[in-house]
């Protein structure tokens, strides 16, 4: 059948290319989650418990891998989960070598490491029983490490409570009296105060001094910061 000359036959060729055409992918939720936690990985540098933030990370970031190869047409993230596990994985191979030597530095020479732990006493002991384990101890060079107990004065400290814990310290707990130990500060001008972990070497004295309540039962003398 003859056509005019406008009246050519149009042929529709559909681009499989094209945004309409093309299958709509979901970002994984996984992935997201991964890079969340690398962001907040450098973190680990700071204590060892720290390390399960990079960890986590590096976890989600297998998980959501394997999610994205098994649907391929219905996820992608494949390049966030890959940098999510990149930084991850760094941050938890650097903050372990880091803390490693850290802890292999800090002990002074001549001090032993004492923790809170052997200072409680023994099970059906009374709460203000020296225990045994603390004191051989007494009257040596030890490294123990606790929170300051805050006071009024904030700079220039030359004599106060270290204690076990953040909730001790921070949070207007009244500690254990197995869990304070009274520092005196060997440098002169003392030192300032910080809710941070704070790393002390000193000589360790056990002499229960004052009441049950407001006394202690643990010194730490000519102590310094480490």
Request: aromatic share 8%; hydrophobic share 45%.
């Amino acid at each position: 059948m003859a056509t005019g000359l406008f009246d050519t036959a149009a042929t529709v060729h559909e681009d499989a290319s094209s945004p309409e055409t093309e299958e709509y992918r979901a970002l994984s939720g996984t992935a997201v989650a991964a890079m969340a936690f690398a962001v907040l990985a450098p973190l680990s540098f700071i204590d060892w418990w720290m390390l399960a933030v990079p960890l986590v990370g590096l976890i989600l970031a297998v998980v959501a891998l394997v999610d994205i190869a098994k649907r391929p047409t219905a996820l992608t993230g494949r390049a966030l989960a890959i940098g999510a596990g990149v930084v991850s994985l760094l941050c938890f191979t650097g903050a372990t070598a880091w803390l490693s030597v850290v802890y292999a530095t800090e002990l002074p020479p001549g001090h032993e490491r004492l923790g809170y732990a052997q200072l409680q006493p023994a099970t059906g002991e009374p709460a203000t029983a020296v225990p045994a384990s603390a004191v051989p101890f007494h009257g040596r060079d030890v490294l123990i490490k606790g929170y300051m107990y805050p006071g009024t004065k904030q700079r220039g400290i030359a004599q106060f409570l270290l204690v076990r814990d953040q909730g001790d310290c921070c949070f207007g707990g009244n500690p254990k009296i197995t869990d304070r130990v009274l520092v005196n500060v060997s440098d002169p001008r003392g030192i300032d105060y910080s809710p941070r972990l704070r790393k002390l070497a000193g000589r360790f004295r056990v002499e229960p001094t004052g009441t049950a309540d407001g006394g202690v039962l643990y010194h730490l003398d000519d102590a310094s910061l480490r």
